[in-house]
């Protein structure tokens, strides 16, 4: 199985901060990687998916990056809302996996 | 629209079984991937299953964890995808979300839409 090593678990920043997450693949899987955000209480949703594809109605600020084992998510300048657990996960075969998740707290 | 919804969670104890559901509107259901995800409590995001659609006869892939005691199923009369889960465990305790697959080529993920989820406490 294609393990997700994500870093940092979690990230402390003030709003308009810029924060940086990277996702390292322990295998080469290309472009696929979708990037997912969870806030408690809601559905997850995907932001960025084949690396750098931007979900229709996600913000610009978020953006993604990355091939083969090295990925990263940036957003560009932190909102309010943006506060929240990010998760990547490969789709390049079976089984799909997620990273650990990273927790974006307010400093 | 689209819209699903999970329903089916409940306290179960370890062994024991429950199924799951999601009803899903707003779209040919026929014609999409569906994904199991859930979250276990103050750890991480986990695949669970996938069934293809109906071009591939609704056929599955599970996660290990899955493999041998939950089951992926369809129904077409009522735009549903089940997930019975037999032999539960404590670690299976969790918040399960089913999630409609966005594909590009062959390469699908666990995708744009997302249900609300339903909660999974295994206890005895």
């Known amino acids: 199985d294609i393990q997700m090593t994500q870093s940092p678990s979690s990230v402390s920043a003030s709003v308009g901060d810029r924060v940086t997450i990277t996702c390292r693949a322990s295998q080469g899987i290309s472009i696929y990687v979708v990037w997912i955000q969870l806030k408690p209480g809601k559905a997850p949703k995907s932001l960025i998916y084949a690396a750098s594809n931007l979900e229709s109605g996600v913000p610009s600020r978020f953006s993604g990056s990355g091939y083969d084992t090295h990925f990263t998510l940036t957003i560009s300048s932190l909102q309010p809302e943006d506060f929240a657990t990010y998760y990547c996960q490969h789709y390049y075969n079976y089984p799909l996996t997620f990273g650990g998740g990273t927790k974006v707290e307010i400093k | 629209e689209v819209q699903l919804v999970e329903s089916g969670g409940a306290l179960v104890q370890p062994g024991g079984s429950l199924r799951l559901s999601c009803v899903a509107s707003?779209?040919?259901?026929?014609?999409?991937?569906m994904d199991w995800v859930r979250h276990v409590p103050g750890k991480g995001l986990e695949w669970v299953g996938r069934?293809?659609?109906?071009?591939?006869?609704?056929?599955?892939e599970y996660a290990a964890s899955a493999k041998g005691r939950f089951t992926i199923s369809r129904d077409e009369s009522t735009n549903s995808v089940h997930l019975q889960m037999s032999n539960l465990k404590t670690e299976d305790t969790a918040v399960y979300f089913c999630?409609?697959?966005?594909?590009?080529?062959?390469?699908?993920?666990?995708?744009?839409?997302w249900g609300q989820g339903t909660l999974v406490t295994v206890s005895s």
């Open positions: 999630a409609r697959v966005h594909c590009i080529g062959v390469y699908c993920y666990s995708g744009e839409y």
């Open positions: 069934s293809r659609d109906h071009s591939k006869s609704y056929t599955t």
């Open positions: 707003g779209f040919a259901f026929s014609d999409h991937y």
